[in-house]
């Protein structure tokens, strides 16, 4: 299955800044997929990333806060934007292996924000 | 919004099988089930998946009901390292998108 390099792994915050998480894969991949998952609770997804167009956002979720660029098969970064203590969670990229149909997923960037 | 239903957490002794139920009664036919583990904030790890048709592979089984409304992963010989936050998950059809439930806490003791 696919190997995928998440980073950071972790940072802290000021609020009103940003963090862009970056998400390398070791394959080629048509879509790529963001979730936040806040303290405590399951993952939701952010939106679906595909090479050359641009991103497709879950209800509540805007690209004014969390852009995405997706500059080719293999890399995709998110951006969280204007931050907030809110907007503390833990931040994963997904793509679907093409060997199994199974997902696989970063290993997450734990983001506090103080 | 999740298609799934999962009970919050349960318990099973090491070494015994763990079977963990589902209920996803609105799934249309062409959706397949997952399931994925999350052990303490790593990134989910992938189990195992199906259509309509029993499944197994090396690290668990999926039962699927005739009507597809409820499916079960079981794990044979459940291990203290099986400790972790099982989600059932259902691929939404035409989008590839895996959309997550509340999953079960599933709890395995000596």
């Known amino acids: 299955s696919a190997v995928i390099s998440q980073k950071p792994s972790r940072d802290i915050c000021q609020r009103g800044t940003s963090l862009t998480i970056q998400c390398q894969v070791d394959s080629q991949v048509t879509m790529m997929f963001w979730y936040r998952q806040q303290p405590g609770q399951s993952l939701t997804l952010i939106a679906t990333a595909n090479q050359g167009s641009e991103a497709t956002y879950e209800s509540g979720f805007v690209i004014d806060k969390f852009p995405i660029s997706r500059p080719n098969l293999t890399f995709s970064t998110l951006t969280v934007s204007n931050l907030s203590p809110e907007d503390s969670s833990i931040y994963l990229c997904s793509v679907e292996s093409a060997v199994n149909y199974g997902y696989t997923f970063g290993s997450g960037t734990r983001l506090t924000v103080v | 919004d999740a298609k799934t239903t999962q009970p919050p957490s349960m318990d099973c002794a090491e070494g015994r099988a763990a079977n963990l139920p589902c209920n996803h009664s609105?799934?249309?036919?062409?959706?397949?089930v997952y399931w994925y583990r999350q052990i303490h904030s790593q990134g989910p790890q992938y189990i195992i998946h199906?259509?309509?048709n029993n499944e197994t592979n090396e690290m668990a089984s999926l039962i699927i009901t005739e009507d597809r409304k409820s499916s079960t992963l079981i794990l044979p010989h459940a291990t203290l390292r099986d400790t972790a936050v099982y989600y059932c998950?259902?691929?939404?059809?035409?989008?590839?998108?895996?959309?997550f439930g509340t999953g079960t806490r599933l709890q395995v003791f000596p």
């Open positions: 199906g259509l309509k």
């Open positions: 998950i259902v691929r939404v059809a035409d989008t590839d998108k895996l959309i």
């Open positions: 609105t799934i249309s036919g062409n959706e397949y």
